[in-house]
Structures are given as C-alpha cells and as structure tokens.
C-alpha cells in the first residue's frame, strides 16, 4: 500500500486548503484512514480520522473548521480545512491502518495502529 498527499502549500490566515490522499495497492487489511500533523519542535498529533463505516473524529482544536471524507471507489480521502490560522503550520502525514470504529470516533488512534503512511506534505498559514 502506498499513500501519495497532494494539496498542500502556503496559504493565507482565514485562507482554505484541500488535502487529498490517493491510496494504491490491496487496502483489503485496512478499515480507517487517518490525518496526523507534525509541526517544528512539537509532537506528532492526530487530527482527524475516518472508518470505512465514515465514522470520524477531529481533534478539538480543528473541529468545526476541518472535514475529513472520504471516495472509496478512488481510494482517496479528503481534508478540506477552512478558517486556517498559523496553528495550522504543520507537515501533514496520511495513514491508513486497521482499528475499531469505536476508537476511531473517540479519537483513540495511536501512531502504531497504523501501519501505512504517505510521506507528508507542509501546510504553511502565514501573511
């Protein structure tokens, strides 16, 4: 499985972006897809994911302004992000991995659920 980001760049604060991931390869052991960010000097953080089923979280701090879908016939999931702030400055990674729906919706993914990761693109907010 390989997990290719595209959408990313510089934006300005309020401004929107589009992340999408496209997604090759047997996804058959695979039942969520997930958005995990990075920014310089912090950790890892998950900031929103989505079970086949398209139950979803989001991180407290992008509730409300990101959504994250998914195109199963494309094998590609979407993180449309709006109202961005400088916050938002991060590399953002895509995975996919296999978790109960459950820990999906309370947000209880850990980076060793899972097992596929795209190589990150940088999301940068600044005027």
């Known amino acids: 499985v390989q997990l290719a980001e595209s959408g990313g760049g510089l934006v300005l604060p309020g401004g929107s972006l589009r992340l999408s991931c496209a997604a090759s390869g047997d996804l058959s052991r695979t039942n969520a897809m997930a958005w995990f960010r990075q920014s310089r000097g912090k950790s890892r953080e998950l900031v929103s994911g989505i079970s086949n089923g398209g139950s979803t979280y989001y991180a407290d701090s992008v509730k409300g302004r990101f959504t994250i879908s998914r195109d199963n016939a494309k094998k590609t999931v979407y993180l449309e992000m709006n109202s961005l702030t400088p916050e938002d400055t991060a590399t953002y990674f895509c995975?996919?991995?296999?978790?109960?729906?459950?820990?999906?919706?309370?947000?209880?993914?850990?980076?060793?659920?899972?097992?596929?990761w795209g190589k990150g693109i940088l999301v940068t907010v600044s005027a």
């Open positions: 995975t996919a991995g296999h978790t109960l729906a459950s820990r999906v919706r309370a947000g209880n993914i850990a980076d060793d659920d899972m097992d596929y």
